[in-house]
């Protein structure tokens, strides 16, 4: 499993109405074919869910910037650095900023013709398992079962490995990561230290049941490991 975050970050499926068939009896003019619809963020596939690899919604690995102006709107998109770990930061599109619905997208070039990855989501988008930003431990544990997962403070920290678990098919394309509550850490100061640093450590490891651990990231790459 690669953790650096060189987090640099879908042509969406567009549908068409199909042409009425003249037969050759009819004496009228054939109407001008109907011209292709963009998917709308109210379309069949904009269902909160995110598969890894695949598409958020209804974006895919061909979705472009304009793409996204279709299926959201230009309102509802803002153009800005993407924070991607130890300082470094990348342009992006944050679409719904702001809301449970938000989602960030990295760019794959500069023209804005493919994401690379989405990360920054809202709590309202989840895998098919149902985990997502804001899923608590114990969602995670009937998920998972027992896993492995990087110790805390420092910018991958709660990062869990998905290797060998019942989300392997993700590994490389989905990232999920877990944080202590603020009020946690203040009143179990030593167990969080225990867990602290770039280590692996059990998800078995008694510090954590004390931690009110919650996922507070998930990153979706288009195939680059982050």
Same mark, same amino acid.
């Given at each position: /499993?690669?953790?650096?975050? +060189?987090?640099?970050?879908?042509?969406?499926?567009?549908?068409?109405?199909?042409?009425?068939?003249?037969?050759?009896?009819? *004496?009228?003019?054939?109407?001008?074919?109907?011209?292709?619809? #963009?998917?709308?963020?109210?379309? @069949?596939?904009? %269902?909160? *869910?995110?598969?890894?690899?695949?598409?958020?919604?209804? $974006?895919?690995?061909?979705?472009?910037?304009? %793409?996204?102006?279709?299926?959201?709107?230009?309102?509802? &998109?803002?153009?800005?650095?993407?924070? &991607?770990? @130890?300082?470094?930061?990348?342009?992006?599109? $944050? $679409?719904?900023?702001?809301?449970?619905?938000?989602?960030?997208?990295?760019?794959?070039?500069?023209?804005?013709?493919?994401?690379?990855?989405?990360?920054?989501?809202?709590?309202?988008?989840?895998?098919?398992?149902?985990?997502?930003?804001?899923?608590?431990?114990?969602?995670?544990? +009937?998920?998972?079962?027992?896993?492995? &997962?990087?110790?805390?403070?420092?910018?991958?920290?709660?990062?869990?490995?998905?290797?060998?678990?019942? &989300?392997?098919?993700?590994?490389?394309?989905?990232?999920?990561?877990?944080?202590? !509550?603020?009020? #946690?850490? +203040?009143?179990?100061?030593?167990?969080? @230290?225990?867990?602290?640093?770039?280590?692996?450590?059990?998800?078995? %490891?008694?510090?954590?049941?004390?931690?009110? *651990?919650?996922?507070? @990231?998930?990153? /979706? !790459?288009?195939? $680059?490991?982050?």
């Amino acid at each position: /499993m690669v953790l650096s975050l +060189a987090l640099v970050p879908l042509a969406a499926c567009q549908l068409q109405e199909a042409q009425p068939e003249v037969q050759p009896s009819e *004496l009228t003019i054939a109407a001008e074919p109907s011209a292709a619809v #963009a998917p709308s963020a109210s379309d @069949e596939y904009n %269902d909160g *869910l995110v598969v890894p690899g695949e598409r958020v919604g209804p $974006v895919t690995a061909q979705t472009s910037r304009a %793409d996204l102006a279709n299926f959201y709107g230009e309102a509802a &998109l803002s153009d800005r650095p993407i924070s &991607l770990g @130890e300082g470094s930061t990348e342009v992006g599109t $944050v $679409v719904n900023p702001g809301t449970d619905q938000q989602f960030a997208v990295v760019w794959k070039d500069a023209a804005q013709s493919q994401p690379r990855l989405i990360k920054d989501f809202g709590k309202a988008w989840q895998i098919p398992e149902g985990l997502g930003v804001g899923a608590p431990y114990a969602a995670v544990q +009937a998920v998972l079962g027992d896993f492995d &997962l990087y110790g805390f403070a420092w910018d991958y920290g709660g990062t869990i490995v998905l290797e060998g678990t019942t &989300l392997d098919q993700y590994d490389d394309t989905l990232w999920l990561r877990l944080a202590p !509550s603020d009020a #946690a850490i +203040a009143a179990n100061l030593k167990a969080y @230290e225990a867990m602290m640093g770039d280590g692996i450590f059990t998800s078995r %490891d008694p510090n954590l049941t004390v931690l009110d *651990l919650s996922v507070y @990231e998930m990153v /979706m !790459s288009f195939g $680059v490991a982050p």
